[in-house]
């Protein structure tokens, strides 16, 4: 059996170090737990909160009166029927505390008139939004977060580490096997808990909103470790993510915090407005919800009346170079050296990647039933139901992260733990890191990886159909195949070919299980528009849940749900 | 290839240890970045050609930071030009492979973790 070059125990690992995964390690080593926080880049900067230009929604009701029920009722809504009700309160009741805490370590919310300043975004029923001038709310929380997981000597970092498989032991989770992304060495981790909290899967999609590392390892990893995942097949899209012209130094999401504060004018390839066709009334201002934009959008380009790169123009033609200048600064000049100017020229945008709905199935301690298994953040599903709320995203890390290393620490100190870690249970994972497969020349991997996403948008988009699901998991199988069971190449440093193998492993997998749960769900629900079924029906209001059996996912439809109580 | 194209000289070490420079020819289409041309050449050309990058395109994960003409850039900033551009790895940090140098703070490294 092949040995580590490096074991390491700890009593937590916490994989991935974004938003979630930073709370969970700060939450547990403050109660005492010795924390293991690794990233497969570097520590606090990858993942999709640094990539958060917009806005983050809390009831704390400094720009109007509020109160978490309203944030909860607007959660539901917007989650078409499917949300499970206890994770998305938890979200709205604990989200203030979570905005507060980053205030008070210094964030920097933008403030107004003394107080901190919320705006209204779509879905919400108030301005309820807070964030960090300008295009700046990812980035500094982020920041903050490194800074105080700094102080916190608790928890040790450690960057450039690809989680590889989790290691299991009479159905617990004893720790990992890992890649040293810079030897190309294997390392196993000793943990008396292990936290999931690795974002989401907009990697599978050729255009994305997020890090390349965002390509649904951790539902893979959990899946693999016998926990359940839900709501797979919800993949929201945001729909208007910059699409021309070539912009650099900008997230392509950058548009949704020029409409809260300028609102800007959505208009299709003839310069019409048109989102009123589609039942939603803009008049120049940030109403229409993500669902329904994506379907507005998607349909006027399809009807031949798209914008010249497929999509639609956004406009603030309207606006002075003064307001622009007042509502986000410096950004003004970034577009600009684009060649963007905004008061002459629209902009063209189209739905992107951006978020995934489904992820690991948890309880309100953010526990898998796995035990030693935990997940937070993004990669936990089912709070946000068929589709997200704006702003729900980075509350929802915060929250269920914290959560996530409040349990992770209490079960520790109850010893409602993982047994120990054993090397015997980790051979197999070990064996893959060592293995040489064939020459990267024989496998373009990075090629393959291309293929996947570019199949993945053309067919297990925003709209599906039983034809383009069945042809994208012939794809995928396809695929597989030309992975085969060994990675690429030998161990090295930074051998991407080689590293892309082992996510492609993961990718796949995932691609697979979207496909499946889009492909049993005859409906069209939120973010799942199945175009030959084209209603909303009441007998598919449950979820959906995917097992691994033998190595391969099994799908299973969960039990009706019933109505849920409105907040009152 | 038809059309305009990019040149990117990239300095690399092969699997020898020795130091060598590669030419690899983009197609160049204005607006692009030279992190689009390197992902390019992955695709098109060699999967094994190692460089840092996380967030593609927002400049927020500061990962990419390169040499183009001896001047420190991050690759998803510069834009590609139709000419010959000249990439190296930063010169004050430890090689790892290609264009990627160990740039993470010496805390949070697992050489230094034991």
Known sequence: MTRPALHLETDILVIGSGGAGMYAGLEAAGRGAKVLLADRSLIGRGGATVMAMMTVAAAIGEETPDHWKHHYKDTLSAGRGLCNAVLARLLCEEGPQVIRQMDEWGIGWARRDGHIAQVHAPGHDRARCVYVDFLNTGPALSKTLRTVVHKQSGVRRIGDLLIVDLVRSKGAVTGAVALDMTTGDPVTIAARATIVATGGLTRIYRRNSASANMGGDGYALALRAGARLIDMEFVQFFPIGHLAPRMIGLDPIMWDPFRYKLGGRLLNGDMEEFTENYGTVEDGSYVITRDNATYAITKEVEAGRGSPHGGAYLSFMHNSEAELKSAFGPVVDKLKASGIDLTRMPVEVAPIAHYHMGGIAVDERMETGVLGLLAAGEAVGGANGANRLSGNAITEALVFGRRAGRSAAENLERGRVAPDFKLSDAAEALDLVSASGVESAECNTAAILADLQALMSKDVGPFRTQHSLERALSGIARLEQCLGALPVGSPAAFDLARLDWFDLRNMSLVARVVTECALERAESRGAHQREDFPGLLETWRCNQFVTMAHGRPVVSRGPRLADLEAAE | ?114
């Open chain 2, 1 to 114: 290839m038809t059309g305009a194209v990019a040149s990117l000289a990239i300095a690399r070490r092969d699997a020898a240890g020795q130091d060598i420079t590669e030419t690899f020819e983009v197609p160049f289409e204005p607006g692009q970045s030279v992190l689009d041309g390197l992902r390019w050449i992955r695709v098109h050309r060699d999967p094994t050609l190692a460089f840092r990058y996380a967030c593609l395109n927002a400049n927020a994960c500061k990962e990419c930071m390169i040499l183009v003409d001896d001047k420190v850039v991050y690759a998803c900033l510069a834009r590609l030009e139709a000419r010959e551009m000249r990439l190296a790895p930063l010169a004050n940090k430890p090689l790892l492979r290609d264009l990627v140098t160990e740039i993470a703070p010496p805390s949070e490294r697992l050489s230094r973790a034991g």
